[in-house]
């Protein structure tokens, strides 16, 4: 079955602007979260959503936001980019949503995002 | 300071030597999570542990929850072992991560 999906792959973009990412779950996956990783904070939670309501929140400031879709696609938007946003972001899907369940959870290869 | 810190942070081996990991935490958990990064990007999940020591396969992983501490062992490494390896503890609602430990096996 095909995995989890990001698109795109790479992507550079300037401060001030801002970016969407997307991501397609498993199919039959209804829960999606997303994770910015940077070489110095490492892996951060970012959001979840489940049946197209956010779930839970990490703590990131309100220029992050994200939608899930009802195909259980999500997206990703983040306005007025800053040079620190400069990062990989994972996404992960899996049928229930909830970290204790991590084990269920599948991870795509991630969007590397460069702010220049 | 960070809630969640691995050691090291940086690791060479020659195949077939043997590995520990450590991770040290400082808030209260209910799970304590081993992931795995190949350098696709892509997060696998290789043990959830709330106590004592789990085992699969070339990996061990153990936990102290009185000391607030856990390591992860690799047994006979070998060069398809070459990953990030990143704690994780589920405190409250949220995981926090650590910020990983590169491990290169040199054949």
């Known amino acids: 079955k095909a995995g989890v999906t990001q698109t795109p792959r790479y992507l550079i973009k300037t401060r001030g602007q801002q970016v969407t990412l997307s991501c397609s779950p498993i199919?039959?996956?209804?829960?999606v979260s997303w994770y910015q990783q940077t070489p110095g904070q490492g892996l951060q939670f970012l959001f979840e959503?489940?049946?197209?309501?956010?779930?839970n929140k990490g703590n990131f400031p309100g220029r992050f936001s994200g939608r899930q879709f009802s195909n259980s696609r999500s997206e990703m938007n983040v306005s007025t980019l800053e040079l620190g946003d400069s990062a990989l972001y994972l996404c992960?899907?899996?049928?229930?949503?909830?970290?204790?369940?991590?084990?269920?959870?599948?991870f795509g290869s991630g969007t590397r995002l460069t702010v220049v | 300071k960070n809630e969640v810190e691995q050691s090291p942070q940086n690791l060479t081996a020659q195949e077939g030597e043997f590995i520990t990991i450590n991770c040290s935490y400082s808030?209260?958990?209910?799970?304590l999570h081993w992931l795995q990064q190949h350098p696709g990007g892509g997060i696998v999940s290789l043990f959830m542990?709330?106590?004592g020591k789990k085992k699969h396969g070339r990996l061990i992983a153990t936990i102290n929850i009185q000391e607030k501490h856990s390591s992860l062992h690799i047994t006979a490494s070998h060069p398809r072992d070459s990953a990030v390896y990143i704690c994780?503890?589920?405190?409250?609602?949220?995981?926090?991560f650590g910020t990983g430990t590169r491990l290169q096996v040199f054949p």
């Open positions: 992960a899907s899996s049928r229930q949503p909830g970290a204790l369940l991590w084990r269920g959870y599948t």
């Open positions: 199919s039959g996956h209804r829960s």
């Open positions: 959503y489940f049946s197209e309501t956010q779930r």
């Open positions: 808030v209260g958990i209910s799970a």
């Open positions: 542990l709330s106590s």
């Open positions: 994780a503890v589920m405190n409250t609602d949220k995981l926090i």
